[in-house]
């Protein structure tokens, strides 16, 4: 599915080729009968070469106006009379008898309607007022129905679920109840949100019902696994993540409620509405994101109070979705101890309404005093760990020097020419992707499909040419990632591709942008003191973008000519020091061995704004799976000494330096990386 390309933004989500399903979803294969099904696509519409510029609210209300159309200004979008409604006559300006059920983002310009749930982009919505919309209308109504495969695993599913209570055997009942932490949640809660339990698959069964109607549009399967004294959930969608738009508990809403508690679990919701009997919704996927798609449900709210979970990311995120909800309607509940997740603080016997009163405005003037700092700054305190940023899997050392990767922060990434650099910040991005950070590349210098078979390779850590038939595995998981391309190629205005960011981070809630390389965005400057102008101002832009958006940066520059005998400093990118300036971090592949250490290449992380920590550390290539990381079982452990140029110099303290041979094969599904997932396993 390509999307967004009629609305102008050069961006699109990869979707390789879908593969067979029935091991994605996990579910038992009794409940998926058949032989194995594979649909393929094919690319529908090529790279958009001349971007349009994107649509403001001023330019969407103008034209309503110069159209005759009356609307109503809401809090993310503006409503009007829908045109996709028999008998709603556009020009109706009394207003009287038109139910203004058509929402236009006010951000990006995309409609939907709430009665025939037709929704598209600003230029469909133009084309159908000015009278040439039968086809485009079509199409995105089109789209808006399941595909046949899943209604088909959907009621299947859904028929095979029962009651919890209407389970034969009351351990089973009670077992699952212990199991999904819900021996407080009543019946009658459950049974209001004709939640299920599904036997074979031992998972609780959360319908999605089509808004306004009584078709059931998907399922969310939530299983449970002990592990020691832990217990780990596993979320399974049908149809896959991408598109499961579902706001749980939306068919509870009343027309009339003005104020909601917004939570990123289904069972949260349960617990928050059973114990102070208010509206509450829950987030599709968790704090991933907020699909603008759902902004028009919550519409009609003029107080959302967002209460996501216990741990520093929920945090964050509900800063991020106050901001595209309006934040002056907004207020966020803080984790602590004594906030914890709403079913937690149920089961603790908590008062959960009192927790609600403590949620704080997520709105304040641009002028802030400690006082309203001053329990972020506690928050930051007592989550050290969580502070420090999401921690690669990959590479260990990097996380002993950056301690992690975090939101706002601008990297600067340079090397000499054909180092490795893009390689390397592949893997580096797809560690973050993996772990769910939501990421949008822009390779401006090679293809979109190049680079994602860079990633593909370093995902599957081996040659995937020889062993296609497992491509579709390997695909099907990878297709999973919250990972976006934009769709340039060549050289670009540093304002449009601002203007894709920011949109991306929008739509698809993207926390890390990584631009190779920045040297794409500068024009024809001739004179060398025009082009350190030039670049020094889209420095600065990425800067002011990370910053604002909360957004990390990663910007790939090309280093001046040096001397090839001579090691890389700061000093060394491209242009003056303002991109090292500007930088948070700032980190150098060096073409050369450590003296001691393994590997033709090491990184050096020469500027770490966060706590001072730099230093290097080795880099090993295998060029089969692209991979500099090392595998978990021959990695060298290093120790750290500082030598009189403030490197790090490492000496191997256990294992045995280069015991992985350079250029060594890896087959595919040998040894895994710790965090790779396993695609024998089943997973969603
Ligand atoms: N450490 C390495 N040893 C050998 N080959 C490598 C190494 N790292 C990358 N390569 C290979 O070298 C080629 C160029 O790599 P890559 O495009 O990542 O370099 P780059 O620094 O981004 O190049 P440029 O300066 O043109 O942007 C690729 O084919 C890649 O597989």
Known sequence: MWVLLRSGYPLRILLPLRGEWMGRRGLPRSLVPGPPRRRYRKE???????????VTATEIRQYLRAHGIPFQDGHSCLRAPSPFVKGLQLKDQTGATASFSLFIDKTTGRFLCMNSLAEGSWEDFQASVEGQGDGAREGVLLGEAPEAEDSEEIRRIWDRAIPLWELPEPEEAQLARVMFG??????????????????????????????????????????????????HYKETTIPRPGVYCNLFGLPLISRRDVEVVLTSRELDSLALNQSTGLPTLALPRGTACLPPALLPYLEQFRRIVLWLGDDLRSWEAAKLFARKLNPKRCSLVRPGDQQPRPLEALNRGLNLSRILRTALPAWHKSIVSFRQLREEVLGELSNVEQAAGIRWNRFPDLNRLLKGHRKGELTVFTGPTGSGKTTFISEYALDLCTQGVNTLWGSFEISNVRLARVMLTQFAVGRLEEQLDRYDEWADRFEDLPLYFMTFHGKQSIRTVIDTMQHAVYVYDICHVVIDNLQFMMGHEQLSTDRIAAQDYIVGAFRK???????????????????????????????????????????????????????????????????????VFPLEFNKSSLTFSIPPKSKARLKKVKDDNGLVTKKPSSGRKGAVPQNSETCLGQAHHSNQPNPSKPSR
């Not at 529908?44 to 994107?54: Q, S, T």
């Open 44 to 54: 529908a519409l090529p790279a958009l070469e001349v971007p349009v510029l994107p």
């Open 182 to 231: 819900l021996t407080k949640v009543t019946n009658d809660t459950l049974r209001r949100y004709s939640v299920r339990y599904l036997r074979p698959a031992r998972s609780l069964v959360f319908p999605w019902f089509s808004p306004g109607g009584m078709g059931l549009r998907g399922l969310k399967l939530l299983s449970a696994e002990g592990q020691g004294n832990e217990v």
């Open 545 to 615: 973008f990370a910053t604002d958006n909360s957004c990390h940066v990663t910007l790939v520059i090309h280093p001046r000519k040096e001397d090839d005998d001579k090691e890389l400093q700061t000093a060394s990118i491209f242009g003056s020091a303002k991109a090292s300036q500007e930088a948070d971090n700032v980190l150098i592949l060096q073409d050369r061995k450590l003296v001691t250490g393994p590997g033709k290449r090491y990184l050096q992380v020469s500027k770490n704004r966060f706590d001072g920590d730099v230093g």
